[in-house]
């Protein structure tokens, strides 16, 4: 992220100040953007960082609140998969054109979509495999501990 930022500073300071743009600096600013946003797909998984709407989550007991979050996260793998099966075909078919600013062939650009799908399909079934083993206080509000007496 750090190197997508001085690149970005550094090519908005030569085109607006010395009116110098390169093609091929900002085919590739957009190429490690789309890379670090797709990379982050399986991070946020594993990190529990992802979107959640926890209104009714946050009612229900521990013990439902395991099979809420697996069928939250199979249902985040079936969104994942089609994500990567398409992402592979659009690779079969864009991915034999030329990019204009770096001259390479566009797979390996398009390449990450289904190379980052698959690592988070991966982290994905991580997390349904945590969330089946774990303990059942793992799913309890942080700021109450589950006793015996607790329903």
Known sequence: MGLLAVLVIFSVIARYFFSLSWKELSEFNV???AFTTFWGMGINVL????????????RVPPAIKRWLSVLN?????AVVLVFTYQGFQYVGVAGKQISQGM???MKYMYGIMPVSGAICAACVLIKIVGSITAD???FAPKNQVLTKDSP
């Open 31 to 33: 190429t490690l953007f």
């Open 47 to 58: 990190k529990n960082e992802h979107v959640i709407i926890d209104i009714l989550y946050d």
């Open 73 to 77: 996260y199979l249902i985040v793998l």
């Open 103 to 105: 001259e390479i062939p």
């Open 136 to 138: 059942v206080s793992y």
